[in-house]
């Protein structure tokens, strides 16, 4: 009778454990194939990029041309934007400031609307035929990161008219002078502010995939890329783009950084 009482309640045990236990198994098993599935993606990802893979060095080389580009053109209307901002004193400066600012952070996807309406065949720019194309997507990243250059260079220029307009005044310089020469002075710190603006350009979505339709071998960019690929359950190339676009980040910051420890030794 003991021993049978025994035997039972030893395989009661056995039974309640091995049911607690099974969900942690269960868990412990899916994580161990996710991982795994994870790891084999990195390193087909991995493969991909060692292989210069064409399809992912074109999608490269296409999304640094359209956000250099555009980062090019809104520095050269941001730079001079902020600059007059920072030297002059006009009615309604202080209301253009304000809405510099609020368009700093403007919806990339209500940039790629606009500009979509604007370009499309029934808008007032449709006869230019530049909806799809890498143009459209220049203009977006255009219109996204020229507030964000004008009204940092604007900052930078103000800060450097307060340190030198008396010793320019004296020198006899007038207004272009004066804008020139501040620009110039300030040429690692702009540097720094074009850093900025083609961070934001490389890394937008929302308004290239509107206006650019994400065609491969035309418009497929980094970003919309990896949307793409992820949807479609290619996390390999995905995983490639993002490893090459955080790469890029790294790579923005770690110059921005070096800039600025340069520039103040230099003013020091």
Sequence with gaps: MFLYAYLLFTNMLVYHYSIIDWP?????????????????SFKMAINLMLDLN????????????????????????????????ALCSFPG???????????????PVAVGLTVYLLLSRAGPLGDWGLLFTP?????????LVT????????????????EYRELLWSLGANRLGMLLTLLWEGRLSLTTVMLAGFGRAVAEVGA????????????RVMTTSIVLETAKGNLSQ??????????IACLINAVISISKNYAERASA
């Design 238 to 247: 995905a995983l490639a783009l993002g490893i090459i676009l955080i790469v």
């Design 24 to 40: 942690f198994k269960y868990v412990k098993r899916n994580i161990i194939k996710a991982m795994q599935s994870i790891l084999e």
């Design 54 to 85: 064409p399809l992912l060095l074109e999608i490269v080389g296409l999304s640094l041309g359209v956000s250099l580009t555009a980062v090019l053109l809104a520095s050269v209307c941001g730079f001079f934007a902020g600059a007059l901002l």
């Design 147 to 162: 507030p964000l250059i004008a009204a940092l260079s604007r900052q930078v220029i103000e800060d450097l008219n307060v």
């Design 208 to 219: 290239v995939l509107i206006v650019g339709g994400n065609i491969v071998h035309h418009t």
């Design 93 to 107: 400066r202080q209301a253009i400031l304000v809405i510099l600012n609020a368009f700093m952070g403007l919806p």
């Design 135 to 143: 143009g459209a997507m220049i203009f977006a990243q255009w219109i």
